[in-house]
């Protein structure tokens, strides 16, 4: 007999997967052309480094309360109307940034901004997770990580080119022309069918199997309808106190661990900073900081690249301890850098292995908090919770992001470069012990099958059953 081929790929699955990959490389522009943007902001309004951090940390505010918002948004008006409200939200708010004519109203911008970008981190994973077959969900949401990390470099490109115009202008176009890929996004996603999962939450049954029909054409449509009803309606409904006792309460002590780790280990530190602090580091012009900087994530690229070819076949553990470890590492030698300095200078080696570490950063990350985030907080909760548990997961993510985005620089120039570093490593080894007791593996795994890990106490079912 010949091989079992796998089912096609379905078309909306394609779909889904670029619209998602489009919001993400906004999303990672964003992050990266503020870095390029406070070089020629901050002289034109004549503003010292507290402001610019207040700057860069308004739009995480925002990102925090639409993050711990948007699993009540994308339960109440559904995922696709959240991702076409994401869609407009980016292009208002970045033309709006652009026409800034005060740092109040900069601010102003960047925090109604924040806060599209916080439902879109609830709405995107989630949206893919739902909207894909389960033998390629993994990929297609690390996909969304690939999309981001091709935005920061974007970002950075643009800061290179855009720079060599006015103060007045540079920035103004860098903040700017995120509008265009969102504006152009807008008819694909009123295209897509709205998820199967939420429609059998709202009791739509006829639409659900149209939806999984189109989604997901060679299942057993009526077969997965009914295991998704069957799992929906075995709860008592979506409220958040569930989080908070069990079976859940493993889980929320997880995803929230997860998301707080995966930015107080100092990631944004390096993409919002990153020419700052290659400027501490003695690259004197901002052509060099943002060289740098972007090369730092064309190489951080080809580590989520590699992350995505395997973590439906290696799982999730292994991939996200890996990451971890390597950052561990780079920070090391972050540290190794900032303590052999000499005065105000640095020598040729000490520069490269500076360079090393920052990529390190980036790649580790990448590789394995960066690609995973968007897996575990839409993979971690039945239907009704699993906006919820996104919301935990990313606010606390988005709060150790505050963290860092209104207070790096601060630290970075009072305690210097070695003991700032040295603290991203403690907290990443910290992250390693975390993940290596509580991360469940969930690949292959269908989204009603990961329930039961947590309803049997952290153990999966047919492991427990082995065991008698």
């Not at 918002?69 to 939200?89: E, F, H, L, Q, Y």
């Not at 207070?407 to 009072?414: A, E, G, I, W």
């Amino acid at each position: 007999m010949g091989e079992k081929r796998e089912p096609k790929i379905p078309r909306s699955a394609l779909v889904v997967a670029i619209s998602a990959a489009t919001l993400g490389i906004i999303y990672g522009y964003d992050q990266s052309n503020i870095a390029g943007a406070n070089l020629y902001f901050q002289p034109y309004f004549g503003i010292d480094d507290a402001a610019v951090q207040s700057l860069v940390a308004a739009v995480v505010w925002g990102e925090f309360i639409g993050a711990l918002t948007g699993g009540i948004v994308i339960n109440r008006i559904g995922r696709k109307p959240s991702m076409i409200a994401v869609a407009i939200g980016y292009a208002l708010f970045c033309v709006l940034s652009a026409l800034a004519v005060s740092p109040a109203m900069l601010w102003g911008a960047r925090f109604f901004l924040g806060l599209t970008i916080g439902l879109s981190l609830i709405a995107v994973p989630i949206f893919v997770a739902e909207s894909v077959p389960a033998r390629i969900r993994g990929a297609t949401l690390v996909a969304y990580q690939v999309a981001a990390v091709v935005g920061i470099i974007i970002g950075y490109a643009a800061a290179l080119v855009l720079g060599g115009l006015s103060d007045s202008i540079s920035w103004r176009l860098m903040l700017g022309i995120a509008a265009l890929p969102a504006l152009i996004l807008l008819p694909w996603l009123l295209r897509l069918p709205e998820t199967a999962r939420w429609l059998v939450m709202k009791g739509r049954t006829d639409a659900a199997r149209a939806s999984l029909q189109i989604t997901d054409p060679s299942a057993d449509v009526d077969a997965e309808l009914a295991e998704i009803t069957q799992a929906i309606s075995a709860e008592k409904g979506g409220r958040f106190s569930q989080m908070l006792h069990k079976p859940y309460l493993r889980a929320t002590i997880f995803v929230v661990g997860l998301g707080f780790f995966i930015q107080i280990t100092g990631i944004n530190a390096t993409v919002n900073y990153g020419p700052k602090i290659f400027a501490a580091m003695g690259f004197d012009t901002d052509t060099e900081q943002i060289i740098l900087s972007g090369l730092v994530q064309c190489i951080a690229l080809v580590s989520v690249l590699i992350s995505m070819s395997v973590v439906d076949r290696w799982g999730r553990r292994p991939i996200l301890l890996t990451g971890i470890a390597i950052m561990i590492v780079a920070q090391l030698l972050m540290v190794i850098t900032f303590a052999s300095q000499q005065g105000d200078t640095f020598t040729a080696w000490q520069t490269t292995l500076g360079f090393i570490g920052l990529a390190g950063i980036n790649i580790g990350f990448v590789f394995g908090f960066g690609a995973l985030v968007w897996v575990y907080s839409s993979e971690s909760f039945p239907a009704p919770l699993r906006g919820y548990g996104s919301s935990a997961m990313l606010g606390a993510d988005l709060f150790a992001n505050i963290i860092i985005a209104q207070f790096f620089l601060t630290v970075l120039n009072t305690i210097g470069g070695a003991w700032s570093f040295g603290i991203f490593a403690i907290l990443a080894a910290a992250a390693w012990l975390f993940v290596f007791r509580l991360a469940p593996e969930t690949k292959g795994r269908q989204l009603e099958e990961i329930q039961g890990f947590w309803e049997n106490g952290g153990t999966w079912p047919s492991e427990k059953e082995a065991t008698r």
